[in-house]
T-cell receptor
Framework: EAGVTQFPSHSVIEKGQTVTLRCDPI?????LYWYRRVMGKEIKFLLH????????ESGMPNNRFLAERTGGTYSTLKVQPAELEDSGVYFCASSQDRGRAPTFGAGSRLTVL | DAKTTQPTSMDCAEGRAANLPCNHS???????VYWYRQIHSQGPQYIIH???NNETNEMASLIITEDRKSSTLILPHATLRDTAVYYC??????????FGTGTRLQVFP
């Protein structure tokens, strides 16, 4: 089966611009997660979708971040406007059900200049 | 904050067993022990998990002490491709994994 796919693999933008990251989970996986690692820090949870519903968004840092999962398939994470401290790697993960360990994508590296 | 403590780094000779310890003295009765690893430039990769019994799969073995306050991940025959950061995570489920700083395992020839 195809794994979790993330796009783009690397994005370089200027402070104040907008970036949208996309995640295609493994087909049939209802659970979709976003995590990120900012420079020098640990991998942190951002939010969890079950199908199209946000189950837990307690890790979203502020209202500049918007995650969507229309139709319960792929998900997007928009950062608007981007700040320097948003630089890092954003990981998406998915699982078939909540009892299974999620499979992670390779991540999208975001560089804000 | 992570509820686990792991050594910052470890070395292992290729072909030998790599034993990665993890302390989780405050683990709750309903919390599992999960292990993930992150190879450079890749996303975290699931390895194994357990509740109280020892577990084995094609990648590794997980030994959990009887009091569940610590565990050891064993890679029976480490290869150069096992060089990675290994994360021990305790959680009641996988809805919200809390990654700590992990152990950087370096496998050398």
């Amino acid at each position: 089966e195809a794994g979790v796919t993330q796009f783009p693999s690397h994005s370089v933008i200027e402070k104040g611009q907008t970036v949208t990251l996309r995640c295609d989970p493994i087909s049939g996986h209802d659970n979709l997660y976003w995590y990120r690692r900012v420079m020098g820090k640990e991998i942190k949870f951002l939010l969890h979708f079950v199908k199209e519903s946000k189950q837990d968004e307690s890790g979203m840092p502020n209202n500049r971040f918007l995650a969507e999962r229309t139709g319960g398939t792929y998900s997007t994470l928009k950062v608007q406007p981007a700040e320097l401290e948003d630089s890092g790697v954003y990981f998406c993960a998915s699982s078939q059900d909540r009892g299974r360990a999620p499979t992670f994508g390779a991540g999208s590296r975001l560089t804000v200049l | 904050d992570a509820k686990t403590t792991q050594p910052t780094s470890m070395d292992c000779a290729e072909g030998r067993a790599a034993n990665l310890p993890c302390n989780h003295s405050t683990i709750s009765g309903n919390e599992y022990v999960y292990w993930y690893r992150q190879i450079h430039s890749q996303g975290p990769q699931y390895i194994i998990h357990g509740l109280k019994n020892n577990e084995t799969n094609e990648m590794a073995s997980l030994i959990i002490t009887e009091d569940r306050k610590s565990s050891t991940l064993i890679l029976p025959h480490a290869t150069l491709r096992d060089t990675a950061v290994y994360y021990c995570i305790v959680s009641p489920n996988t809805d919200k994994l809390i990654f700590g700083t992990g152990t950087r395992l370096q496998v050398f020839p």
